[in-house]
């Protein structure tokens, strides 16, 4: 198994810009999150899903879209990159439908908004 | 805003002590969970305790959870310099809440 991929693994952006972000896992793990890292600020999660169809907003879900069209899916969409969006970007996955248990963190995007 | 924060934010210890690490939250939980981070990399889960646990092992880790004073400690033993790397805590409300809420860790390094 991959486990949790994400793509790319860097990006610069000029403000105004749009972009998606890749997530995929191939563990069949029902639920899925985004977070942000800041230094300093720990993770801060920004969108996540209970399965296909489901989605719903973290703590900072302002300037971010997502969808979940399959279980191996989650893509986080920036629609009009700020400079306040320059952060390392996690996709994170779990098997409980239950809650958020032992999450199966993928590699990181470092994303710069110019 | 952030449910947990771990205590100290830096901490740097010889290789062969032991590294204690506190979390602290606000308020009541379905289980606490710690990660680690090395530099650069994504989280690693370490161990998940839940509400109702006082004390788990696994390896030379130790997690304690006192729910009365809303915190929880994590013991690394005879540490190694490839523990070296940012330690997180994270907390879950439980029932229909499905978030899970990170610190901001603390910074363990573990010199040779």
């Known amino acids: 198994n991959a486990g949790v991929t994400q793509t790319p693994k860097f990006q610069v952006l000029k403000t105004g810009q749009s972009m998606t972000l890749q997530c995929a896992q191939d563990?069949?793990?029902?639920?899925m999150s985004w977070y942000r890292q800041d230094p300093g600020m720990g993770l801060r999660l920004i969108h996540y899903s209970v399965g296909a169809g489901i989605t719903d907003q973290g703590e900072v879900p302002n300037g971010y879209n997502v969808s979940r069209s399959t279980t191996e899916d989650f893509p986080l969409r920036l629609l009009s990159a700020a400079p306040s969006q320059t952060s390392v970007y996690f996709c994170?996955?779990?098997?409980?439908?239950?809650?958020?248990?032992?999450?199966?963190f993928g590699p990181g995007t470092r994303l710069t908004v110019l | 805003s952030q449910q947990g924060e771990e205590d100290p934010q830096a901490l740097s210890i010889q290789e062969g002590e032991n590294a204690t690490m506190n979390c602290s939250y606000k308020?009541?939980?379905?289980?606490l969970q710690w990660y680690r981070q090395n530099s650069g990399r994504g989280l690693v889960h370490l161990i998940l305790i839940r509400s109702n646990e006082r004390e788990k092992h696994s390896g030379r880790l130790r997690v304690t959870l006192d729910t009365s004073k809303k915190s929880s400690s994590l013991l690394i033993t005879a540490s190694r310099a490839a523990d070296t790397a940012s330690y997180f805590c994270a907390t879950d409300y439980g029932g229909s809440n499905y978030k899970l809420t990170f610190g901001k860790g603390t910074l363990l390094t573990v010199n040779p």
């Open positions: 563990m069949n793990h029902e639920y």
């Open positions: 994170a996955s779990s098997p409980e439908l239950a809650g958020p248990d032992t999450q199966y």
């Open positions: 308020t009541s939980i379905n289980n």
